[in-house]
C-alpha cells in the first residue's frame, strides 16, 4: 500500500512552519507527507480570541499567500499594525517606526496562531500531491540506501528522499540526528493574556523595556490588546496567580507612563499563561538527507517577535534552494543542496536570535542605562539604522527568500 511509496518530502510536525513547508513544496511540484501527532483545533471565531498570537512580519505575510492561506486568514479577526513604539523604562528615549516611511502599507499582522495554522491545515487538505498522516508520530528513523525511512507509532514506514523535521523547540527527531544545541534559559516567563485598556489600541505595536524585562501591547481587532509581559520566574508565577482586578492595577501601575498618552486604564483582562523564555541554537540545520527548520533549528526571546517569521523564512528558503535544485537537475537531498540551504538560513537566523539576545542583554541592568540611551538614541535619529532594522523584522533584507520578498511562487518555478 502507501507504505511502499517513496515520497520526494517528509515533513515532520504541522505547526505553522511544518504546514507551510508542506504547502509551498506541493504547490512547487513535489510529492510531500506530513506528518503531526495532534489534530489541529478547528478554528472558531466565535470563541474567545486565542492566548497565543503572534505578529506576522510582511515577510511572512508573503510566504503565508505563496503557501496558499493567507486569503482564508484575512477573512478572520486579524489586525494590521502600522506603527510600533518602542521605549526604555523611563521613557527617556523613545523610538517609533511608520510603516509609510518605509515604503510598506504595514508593519506587521497580529493573528491567532490557530487561525494560521487551521488555516495551513485547511490548504493542506485541499491540495493534491500531499498526504496527511495525523494522528501519528516518528519513533525511530532508519536510513535504507543512504535514504530516510520514518518508523511511525503506529507501525507505518514511510520512505522519503529528503526529511524536513518542524517538530518544534524540544524536536525529538533533531536529537535523533545527532543534531547538538546552544542552550540560554532566560530564567524568565513571558506572561500573556488579553487586556482591555480605557481606550482602544490605536493600532499601535508597543512595547516598553521595564527593570524585570520588556512588556508589549500588540493590536488586536476589536481594540484590546494581546499583551507578553516577560518576569523573572517566581515574579511571572505570583502574576499569575493574582486576582483579575490587581493583576491589571499592577500592569496599569508598571506601564503607567504610556497608558496616560493612549490614554486610559487597564480595565480588564482575560486568562493568563505564561511560558518560558529561552534562545536554542541548533549546531547545524541540516544532516544526511535531512533539514531543520522553524523552532525545531532555533528559538528565540519572543521581544522582536520573530519566533514565527524566521520559521516561515526557512520554509520559504527551503522551496527555494530544492526548487532550484530541481531545475539544475540535482539531487534535492544531495549534500550540496542541503549545505547551501544551511549556510543560508543558519546565518540569518543566527544575526537576528544574538541581536535579540544583545538588546535583551543592554536593557535588563540598571547599570547599562547610560550606554542604552545613548544606543537608542543614535537609533531613534538614523533613518538608515530604523530601515536596516525594519527591513529585516519585516522579512524583506536582500537576503531574504524570494518568496517573502513577494516574488510569485509561479515566477519562482519559471527560475
Ligand atoms: C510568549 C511567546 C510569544 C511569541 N510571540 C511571537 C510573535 O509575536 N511573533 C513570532 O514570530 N513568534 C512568536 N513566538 C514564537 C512562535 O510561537 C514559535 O516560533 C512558533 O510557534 C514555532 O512554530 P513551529 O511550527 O516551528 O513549532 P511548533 O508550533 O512547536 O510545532 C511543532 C509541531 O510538531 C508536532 N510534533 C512534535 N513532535 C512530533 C513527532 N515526533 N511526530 C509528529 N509530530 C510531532 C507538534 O504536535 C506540533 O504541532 C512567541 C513565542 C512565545 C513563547
Not at 502599507?105 to 494560521?116: F, K, S, Y
Not at 516567563?189 to 493600532?203: A, D, K
Not at 512588556?215 to 483579575?244: M, N, T
Not at 519566533?307 to 530544492?322: P, Q, R, S
Request: charged share 20%; net charge neutral; hydrophobic share 45%.
Amino acid at each position: 500500500m502507501m507504505n511502499d511509496k517513496k515520497f520526494d518530502v517528509l515533513v515532520v510536525g504541522a505547526g505553522m512552519v511544518g504546514a507551510a513547508a508542506a504547502c509551498l513544496l506541493a504547490r512547487s511540484g513535489f510529492s510531500v507527507a506530513i506528518l503531526e501527532a495532534r489534530e489541529p483545533q478547528v478554528f472558531d471565531s466565535n470563541a474567545a480570541v486565542g492566548l497565543r498570537v503572534s505578529a506576522f512580519s510582511p515577510g511572512a505575510q508573503a510566504v503565508l499567500t505563496a503557501a496558499g492561506a493567507w486569503r482564508q486568514i484575512e477573512q478572520q479577526r486579524h489586525c494590521h499594525y502600522r506603527r510600533m513604539r518602542v521605549e526604555d523604562r523611563d521613557e527617556s528615549v523613545v523610538i517609533t517606526f511608520n510603516a509609510p516611511e518605509f515604503g510598506l502599507e504595514h508593519l506587521g499582522t497580529i493573528i491567532e496562531n490557530q487561525l494560521v495554522q487551521w488555516s495551513l491545515w485547511q490548504t493542506l487538505q485541499a491540495m493534491g500531491g500531499v498526504e496527511i498522516i495525523c494522528p501519528d508520530q516518528l519513533d525511530a528513523l532508519e536510513y535504507e540506501n543512504d535514504e530516510p525511512v520514518a518508523r511511525l507509532q503506529s507501525g507505518r514506514s514511510i520512505h522519503c528522499r529528503l526529511l524536513v523535521v518542524a517538530d518544534g523547540a524540544n524536536s525529538t527527531v533533531r536529537k535523533m540526528l545527532g543534531i547538538d544545541q546552544d542552550y540560554w534559559e532566560y530564567g524568565q516567563q513571558g506572561i500573556v493574556s488579553v487586556v482591555e485598556t480605557g481606550q482602544p489600541n490605536p493600532g499601535i505595536a508597543w512595547q516598553r523595556f521595564m527593570q524585570g524585562g520588556p512588556v508589549a501591547f500588540l493590536p488586536l481587532q476589536d481594540g484590546r490588546s494581546s499583551i507578553v509581559w516577560s518576569q523573572p520566574e517566581a515574579e511571572a508565577q505570583r502574576l499569575l496567580k493574582l486576582d483579575d482586578d490587581t493583576f491589571c492595577a499592577e500592569l496599569e501601575q508598571a506601564v503607567a507612563g504610556e497608558i496616560k498618552t493612549w490614554p486610559g486604564t487597564v480595565v480588564s483582562c482575560g486568562p493568563r499563561a505564561a511560558f518560558p523564555l529561552t534562545m536554542r541554537l541548533s549546531h547545524s540545520y541540516a544532516a544526511s538527507h535531512a533539514v531543520l527548520i522553524g523552532d525545531a533549528a532555533h528559538v528565540v526571546h519572543p521581544l522582536a517577535g520573530q519566533g514565527v517569521n524566521l520559521g516561515l523564512l526557512d520554509a520559504a528558503g527551503l522551496a527555494e534552494v530544492l526548487v532550484q535544485a530541481r531545475s539544475r537537475k540535482a539531487d534535492i537531498a544531495g549534500e550540496k543542496t542541503l549545505r547551501k540551504f544551511e549556510r543560508w538560513r543558519r546565518s540569518e537566523t543566527e544575526v537576528m536570535a544574538k541581536g535579540i539576545h544583545g538588546i535583551r542583554g543592554l536593557f535588563m541592568p540598571e547599570a547599562l542605562a547610560p550606554l542604552r540611551r545613548l544606543g537608542l538614541s543614535l537609533v531613534s535619529r538614523s533613518w538608515t539604522v530604523k530601515e536596516a532594522f525594519i527591513k529585516r523584522a519585516a522579512g524583506r533584507n536582500r537576503n531574504a527568500p524570494a518568496l517573502a520578498r513577494g516574488v510569485a511562487l509561479t515566477d519562482l518555478l519559471r527560475t
